[in-house]
């Protein structure tokens, strides 16, 4: 396969030359036109590879004239940025070689275009015709319908809100067996398992149940974790305890815990407690052995909940337990999940001439609920034509061998029917660890980064990212993690078996390399697993290793190299011969020695401790993560040199002091992520004022660069976030803030108590802005027509607000979140009015500690849906207006008197209109 690699090339070509076509000096004024022929005759050859694939199953001499492109692609790749490296890289010697170096790589291109005129040339006599609208991103499947790429992007649909369980057929006769399992109080049941094969709806069954009210208000508390293959005792045991230890599951206290340690900590966490774990996806009996000591059983009716594909697993972990096996669809149940996902209105909807098709493409599914759903999104992208759909039907049909084989058949149908772009998007997800909560942002910036998507009309890289994003989505080869309570997703994560495709389409197109376990010698081998190795253009380290010497053997052709093992970079002795104090060098220092056209780094979690200097010869990276890599004092000045770099996230390095003033060379940069919670390094001193194409910047430190034209000039910013701000920086921000039209989120942070904000704050002229946080004094809150008037999410702390400013608030029209934090409101009395928050979702407060009473008129907040009460120790009940709120379905309590839940549970919640599930870190066991 071919369509990959060649999509990735043209993209990465049509970026360059458009990036070098407002450069003042560009190194490709020598071949430019030369660069421009070979993106153009790639992109010609795209038009082909789509037919030319599907025609060398069987066909030896069309799969050798596939790999040829490839080849050519990869080629092209490796002169064009090699040539742009040493361009880039000004030293003198260079820059008198730079008519020498022109010349030759003026030459190679020569021959590349040579070798694609007479792979061309060879094409006719191979039968292969030119298929749908592949060039330029390609309409993907081969329907016909003529959509041109553009186009099928402008009408992907923009799927949010989003629910974990939209389109899932509810099997009520299994959820109910597994429901009273859970709750029942008998204390010879600890385990309740649910078995079947991959693609079966263990683990969507297995939410529904954690999801449930019921669930929900029967435990003191519960716990996810995914366990995979890829079982690590210590990340489980984590996983557990941030869920049920609000105060101490922490991972920088958690990291610190020997794994023995830390199954102690979790029994004595769930010791009194009546708990409810859930282990998702256990594939192996010493994976209980090695976690069933940390669950005890004083607690009559906690229970462990267990998926797995091995009935001897789930006999294992409790003999005596009676193992729910799963059922398959019956015709009727997959016909409906299909037309629940191809069509808008179900089964309803589906014209007649199509339903027997789709009949005759569930039986071909076999009842698995994974199969249905994933032809159900592909056909939701087809034309709704019985020739479209037969094509679907006949693909399917073409080989069954067995259930396993089956599913992997239209999974990749399914793949295979994806864009070029969006292919290389997917097989992206592979890079992550199994059963990872993949952050959307993060991924959308990963993305961007590796240049694989197409420029669209004046919209942004990331709103293209988006957008693509959406369509995996809708197309169900991605799902839904977590949402935020805006309805945005949050995380994604990808089903195992489509995890396993990815990575094997991944390998076929060298598009990456997984790196797992024991990798000495990896240089060496069979020739096929060292062509892997070194022709791979994206590496993903999963595991520690006693040295690195092996990356040596990627770093030419490496593009990304992502890490996930939590590595330390510890010292290595190297150099006997030279001073003492030249000796030593890090393990990972390789990478900034040797990485030269690496666009991707990221370190996250890795202990880097110090960067070197080389770091400033990565001069192609776009993205560097160096989150929780435990950094100290200061990053070296080269770091200047990254001027290509989009993405800099130094969140969590607790132990940086100082960032060097040179960011400003980083005229490429989007991102610039410096959150730390307990001692930020300080960043105020700092020169942006070259920073245009900045849209993130959610905090740093008030300084001059606010009024030395800094802010001004960012006019592409969409998230904003000052600490540390004196009264009269302030009026600077708010002025400048209405001139950035693109900015959506705005949060500022007063430096001292002393300080207040203007009583006009003209927020009014910040149009776009949907989120607002404010933390200091507010003397006078401005009336609702100085608010935004988009304003969705709004909070404040410390704001000292007068009883008054509770009606202001209740009028704002939009407004769907409120976050009332620690010295926002020091009233002991509060009112919510009737028809107040007419549009209020989601309600936080937060640490109000002279709030005694609180009262809810009828009518106010009708359309609440999540309530947080955390630490508002005073407050002595809920409203009684609260309990005929027919929309809210969860409230959460956090640090509240015993009293207080126990009220709430035994005399309030029988009240309430509707069943709320209730969620608490309080131990209500002293009155039980």
Request: aromatic content about 6%; glycine content about 8%.
């Amino acid at each position: 396969m071919a369509e990959v690699a060649v999509s990735t090339v043209v993209t990465k070509l049509s970026q360059l030359l458009l990036e070098q076509a407002t450069a003042a000096v560009s190194p490709l004024a020598g071949v430019r036109s030369q660069v421009e022929s070979l993106k153009n005759e790639l992109g010609w050859m795209q038009c082909f590879l789509r037919d030319a694939e599907a025609k060398q199953e069987g066909n030896e001499r069309v799969r050798m004239w596939v790999s040829e492109i490839r080849e050519l692609a990869f080629e092209t790749e490796q002169v064009i940025e090699t040539f742009m490296y040493r361009a880039t890289m000004q030293t003198n010697t260079n820059r008198v070689l730079k008519p020498l170096h022109l010349y030759k790589v003026g030459r190679r291109i020569d021959k590349i275009l040579s070798k694609i005129k007479e792979i061309s040339d060879r094409r006719e006599n191979y039968g292969v015709v030119m298929s749908g609208d592949s060039r330029g991103g390609g309409s993907g499947g081969g329907s016909g319908s003529g959509i041109s790429s553009s186009e099928r992007l402008r009408h992907w649909r923009q799927p949010s809100p989003y629910s974990e369980e939209e389109c899932v057929i509810e099997l009520e006769d299994d959820f109910d067996l597994v429901l009273n399992q859970l709750i029942a109080l008998e204390s010879t049941r600890h385990v309740v398992s649910i078995v079947g094969m991959g693609g079966l709806g263990k683990t969507t069954l297995a939410k529904r149940l954690y999801n449930h009210t019921g669930i929900a208000n029967h435990f003191e508390c519960k716990a996810w974790v995914y366990v995979s293959k890829e079982y690590r005792r210590r990340d489980v045991l984590q996983g557990i305890l941030r869920d049920v230890d609000a105060l101490g599951g922490r991972d920088e206290v958690l990291d610190r815990l020997p794994e023995e340690e830390l199954v102690n900590k979790l029994r004595n966490v769930l010791a009194e407690k009546r708990y409810l774990v859930v282990l998702d996806d256990i594939w192996g009996m010493e994976v209980w052995d090695g976690l069933k000591s940390a669950f005890p059983r004083r607690k009559v009716g906690s229970r462990i909940m267990l998926t797995t594909r091995n009935w001897e697993v789930a006999l294992h972990a409790d003999a005596r337990s009676d193992p729910h096996q799963l059922r398959a669809l019956t015709r009727d149940e997959g016909f409906m999940l299909l037309c629940n996902k191809a069509f808008h209105g179900g089964a309803n909807s589906i014209p007649l001439e199509l339903e027997n098709l789709a009949r005759e493409i569930v039986v071909k599914c076999g009842g698995l609920p994974l199969a249905v759903v994933v032809v159900g999104g592909l056909l939701s992208r087809k034309l709704k034509s019985s020739g479209e759909w037969g094509g679907v039907l006949q693909n399917i049909s073409r080989h069954l061998p067995d259930e396993e084989e089956k599913i992997r058949r239209i999974l990749a149908l399914s793949y295979s029917d994806l864009p070029p772009p969006l292919k290389s998007c997917f097989l992206y997800l592979a890079l992550f660890p199994v059963g990872m909560n993949i952050h959307t942002k993060k991924l959308i910036r990963l993305w961007v980064a590796e240049g694989l998507l197409p420029q669209e009309g004046g919209e942004t890289a990331e709103g293209v990212a988006q957008k693509y994003l959406n369509e995996l989505i809708g197309r169900c080869m991605i799902q839904v993690g977590t949402v935020t309570s805006l309805g945005r997703v949050k995380t994604i994560r990808i089903h195992d078996l489509l995890r396993e495709l990815s990575v094997s389409k991944g390998k076929e197109e060298y598009f990456l390399k997984i790196f797992l376990g024991d990798m000495a010698g990896s240089g060496s081998g069979s020739g096929s697993s060292t062509s892997q190795l070194t022709r791979s253009r994206r590496h993903s380290i999963h595991s520690c290793h006693d040295r690195y010497d092996f990356l040596k053997h990627i770093a030419d052709h490496s593009r990304s190299l992502l890490f996930f093992n939590r590595e330390y970079n510890a010292d290595v002795v190297s150099k006997i011969w030279l001073p003492l104090n030249f000796r030593q060098e890090k393990k990972l220092d390789l990478i900034f020695g040797k990485f030269k056209l690496l666009r991707v780094l990221e370190l996250d979690g890795v202990r880097v401790v110090s960067l070197p200097s080389t770091i400033g010869d990565l001069i192609q990276l776009r993205y560097l993560g160096l989150r929780k890599t435990n950094l100290e004092e200061e990053l070296p000045p080269s770091i200047g040199n990254l001027q290509n770099l989009q993405t800099l996230d130094l969140r969590y390095c607790c132990f940086l002091k100082k960032i060097p003033n040179v960011i400003w060379k980083m005229v490429s940069l989007r991102h610039l992520l410096l959150y730390t919670p307990f001692d930020s390094p300080d960043s105020g001193h700092l020169r942006l004022d070259t920073l245009t194409n900045l849209q993130s910047l959610p905090y740093i430190e008030a300084g001059n660069w606010i009024e030395d034209g800094g802010l001004a000039n960012m006019s592409s910013l969409r998230k904003l976030g000052i600490y540390g701000l004196s009264g009269n920086m302030v009026n600077s921000v708010l002025s400048t803030a209405q001139r950035l039209c693109d900015l959506r989120s705005l949060s500022l942070s007063l430096q001292s108590e002393e300080d207040e904000f203007p009583i006009f704050m003209q927020l009014s002229q910040c149009t776009h802005l949907q989120k607002l946080s404010l933390n200091g004094k507010i003397k006078k809150l401005p009336d609702p027509r100085d608010f935004p008037r988009n304003l969705l999410k709004l909070t404040l702390h410390n704001s000292h607000l007068q009883k008054e400013s509770i009606a202001k608030l209740e009028r704002l029209p939009n407004l769907k979140m409120l976050t009332l934090g620690e010295g926002a409101y020091n009233w002991p009395e509060l009112s919510f009015n009737a028809e107040g928050f007419s549009q209020l979702r989601v309600l936080r407060l937060v640490l109000l500690k002279e709030l005694e009473e609180w009262t809810v008129q009828e009518k106010a907040m009708r359309s609440l849906e999540y309530m947080v009460i955390d630490r508002c120790e005073r407050l002595k009940k809920i409203p009684e207006g609260l309990k005929d709120i027919t929309s809210l379905k969860k409230l959460k309590i956090t640090g509240m008197p015993v009293d207080f839940e126990h009220r709430i549970r035994t005399t309030d919640l029988p009240k309430f209109r509707n069943t709320l599930a209730i969620e608490s870190t309080t131990d209500i066991l002293a009155i039980d």
